[in-house]
């Protein structure tokens, strides 16, 4: 199975250890894992804080990026989710309307790829720890993938996942929305890492760049003992250390 | 600006809000305890995303034919010898109020909640007139013995008060010597409001939903206020937003289970009261003239626009419930009547964007919101219209913004440029880089390390480790 990888530009700049977890996972289940070089940003800072004409070019660039993808995996949900507001996008542009349809029609997030077109549950990984997993909010309600990561890392022998409280609340990224309501967003962030430290977790596992780049950055200015790390990771770990 | 509360500014009030320890812990009581109390009569219901849908049609059906339906609904008040009214702005509404009250020549009125009237400051005006206004509401009483202290949420307008704070209020205002038990301030203040309720010349109540098949009005209370306020009065008036309207009685079931589990998460409110013009000869209770007071207010704006969704609003606050934002900041805040993803989304609708234009920025777009609507309004993709309205429409947002966006759209449409700029931030960033983080960034990144670290830019990019491995044999990828 032909599989493009849609990095995401956190993936590509800040999380390539993801990244290159995320190429080997895929192979590991028989993928055959492409890049295509022209894929820059989804767009999604410049679409949801207003700027829709400005995202235009960059979903132009996307489309044509992964136009003869078959699938279209990304690390992470929101990015992926990001696909499918381009429909809405060219409501006034029939012919990249068509486009941003298919492009939305073969992407997925990546549990969501392993769960629903691989079939697996089981990666076989292993990792010991004790870990708890933050369901970032648009991975989970826009996109609609709530169960998937909770049912690959039940099977990650050596792994021991703790319930985190409130997990459906925010962690307060919301893209420019941590930089243009920094007092909240802080508020939020914190809320979420004190109940991360109340589940005693030693690693907080998750599935998209912008929300662990936001909780790790404040796990790590207040110095707290906790991990953070991208569930490809995870699953692509086989017990060593 | 009649619905404006609280400081001009909206960091200032966001800054009180953050601040006050005091409200965001009685917020997060209370949106922990509607929260589970909401997921748990939903579940009771058994498919109640089945539930949604139908209120969905049955708001969008409304709206598609607001103009038949109000127009069915003034005919029927009419035969039963109600006298309607349409308002078109704020200023309309008080005004007829003030007239039917000044015939009669009304000293004191008796109200039961009503958010609409709230947006209109119609106690204000009354106040000026010389009138006594009296909340009934328990919520809305503790805020008007308590100076007028604004409401902070649509449903549970004193919820950012802990029972210490109200117990204090009812001390210092009222004479009051018990406990801050909630049985022992409830029973004070029935003690209160009953002798209120007797001497009333005019009752003014809110309304959930008018059925324009009956001319009638349902109104949803636990307290029974509403109830009293629209039996013992002679004069009874009834303000509603021009949107709080259903077809009929089976519309109204549906809206009324949908309203109340979403709500409060009960299956029932203790009271559900519908009424039907004055009293009749025969009929012992009611009032014996009724005023139908609609008001437009900035609504018909909405009806065919991109924001028409938002006039399907019932007013649960389901979505101010579960909002993280709002858990924060406190509904005053918002600097509006109307707070939290709904607040945000309508305020801005019907008090300008001059004055309202952080609102839609004051969310995560976590959708959180969108999620327990039960009439099913995107939310948080209407902020993102809002937003989008500001940038594209109104032009309001900020040069340095405007700015960082258009490199953005250079940087991101083109391959080349993106490579460049990627290849190069490893660099750029190396004199704000300790231990591995970023920790105090220039720009528009400051935001973001005053507060937390930020990663340090790869020097080999995965796009660099990927070539590298292709070219190595091992990976499979076509690059």
């Not at chain 1, 989804?42 to 136009?67: D, H, L, V, W």
């Not at chain 2, 400081?7 to 953050?18: A, C």
């Not at chain 2, 991101?412 to 004199?431: E, G, W, Y």
Request: glycine residues 8%; contains cysteine.
């Amino acid at each position: 199975m032909k599989v493009s990888l849609f990095i995401t530009c956190l993936g590509d700049v800040f999380y390539v250890n993801a990244g290159k977890a995320t190429v080997e996972l895929l192979e590991r289940f028989g993928c055959e894992v492409d890049f295509p070089e022209t894929q820059t940003c989804c767009g999604q800072p410049a679409y949801n804080s207003g700027y829709r004409e400005n995202t235009k070019a960059a979903a132009k660039n996307m489309i044509t990026s992964f136009a003869h993808s078959e699938y279209v995996v990304s690390p992470s949900g929101s990015c992926a989710y990001m696909f499918h507001e381009y429909e809405s996008m060219f409501e006034d542009d029939p012919v990249w309307q068509e486009k941003a349809i298919k492009l939305k029609e073969k992407t997925y997030e990546l549990t969501q790829f392993l769960t629903e077109v691989l079939k697996i549950e089981d990666t076989g990984s292993e990792f010991h720890a004790k870990a708890t997993y933050h369901t970032s909010c648009h991975m989970t309600r826009l996109l609609g993938v709530k169960e998937a990561p909770f049912k690959l890392l039940s099977h990650v022998k050596g792994l021991e996942m703790v319930d985190l409280p409130n997990r459906h609340d925010c962690c307060g990224f919301g893209g420019t929305f941590s930089i243009k309501m920094p007092a909240i967003s802080e508020q939020m962030v914190d809320e979420k890492v004190e109940h991360i430290e109340e589940t005693e977790a030693e690693i907080l596992i998750g599935a998209d760049g912008g929300c662990l780049m936001n909780i790790e950055g404040r796990i790590k200015r207040n110095n707290k003992p906790v991990k953070v790390m991208h569930i490809a990771e995870i699953l692509n770990s086989r017990g060593e250390v | 600006m009649p619905m404006h509360i609280g400081e001009k500014e909206f960091t200032n009030r966001v800054d009180k809000g953050l601040g006050d320890d005091f409200m965001r812990g009685a917020v997060r009581s209370a949106q922990g305890r509607l929260q589970s109390n909401r997921a748990g009569a939903a579940e009771e219901l058994g498919d109640w995303d089945q539930w949604r849908d139908l209120g969905q049609e049955i708001r969008s059906h409304t709206m598609e034919n607001l103009d038949f339906y109000l127009q069915q609904l003034s005919e029927k008040v009419a035969e039963r010898g109600g006298h309607v009214y349409f308002a078109e702005t704020a200023d309309d509404a008080n005004q007829y109020v003030s007239e039917v009250i000044a015939k009669k020549n009304a000293k004191k009125i008796a109200k039961s909640k009503s958010m609409v009237t709230e947006e209109i400051a119609l106690n204000d005006i009354l106040e000026e007139n010389g009138c006594e206004v009296v909340e009934t509401d328990l919520g809305e009483y503790i805020l008007q013995i308590d100076d007028n202290d604004p409401p902070s949420h649509i449903v549970a307008p004193a919820l950012h008060k802990n029972k210490e704070q109200i117990r204090d209020v009812f001390k210092e205002k009222l004479g009051y010597t018990n406990t801050e038990k909630p049985e022992e301030l409830t029973l004070f203040a029935r003690e209160q409001l009953r002798k209120e309720f007797l001497s009333a010349d005019v009752g003014i109540t809110g309304c959930n939903f008018a059925v324009a098949e009956s001319g009638s009005f349902a109104l949803v209370t636990n307290e029974g206020n509403a109830r009293m306020v629209s039996t013992l009065p002679k004069t009874q008036i009834t303000v509603m937003g021009m949107e709080r309207i259903v077809p009929t009685w089976e519309e109204l079931d549906v809206l009324v289970s949908l309203l109340t589990r979403a709500a409060v998460g009960q299956k029932l409110t203790s009271y559900v009261t519908a009424l039907t013009g004055p009293k009749d000869e025969d009929e012992v209770d009611g009032p014996e003239e009724f005023h139908l007071v609609i008001v437009d207010n900035g609504r018909s704006k909405m009806l065919g626009s991109e924001f028409q969704e938002a006039l399907h609003c019932i007013r649960c606050a389901a979505c101010i419930n579960v909002c993280p934002v709002y858990r924060h900041v406190g509904g005053h805040a918002y600097g509006s009547i109307y707070p939290g993803p709904i607040g945000a989304v309508i305020t801005p609708l019907l008090g300008g964007y001059d004055d309202y234009k952080e609102l839609p920025y004051a969310s995560s777009l976590c959708g959180a919101c969108t999620e327990v609507c039960p009439v099913k309004i995107p939310l948080h993709e209407q902020l993102i219209t809002h937003r989008r309205n500001i940038v594209e429409e109104e032009k309001k947002s900020g040069l340095a913004e405007r700015l960082v966006m258009q490199g953005f759209s250079r940087v991101t449409r083109s391959s080349k440029l993106f490579n460049v700029a990627t290849k190069m931030a490893p660099f750029l960033v190396t004199p704000f880089v300790e231990d591995g983080s970023i920790v105090k960034g220039p720009g528009p990144i400051k935001p973001w390390t005053n507060i937390r670290d930020l990663p340090v830019p790869q020097k080999e990019r995965f796009r660099d480790w990927f070539k590298t491995r292709e070219k190595g044999g091992t990976g499979h990828g076509q690059g």
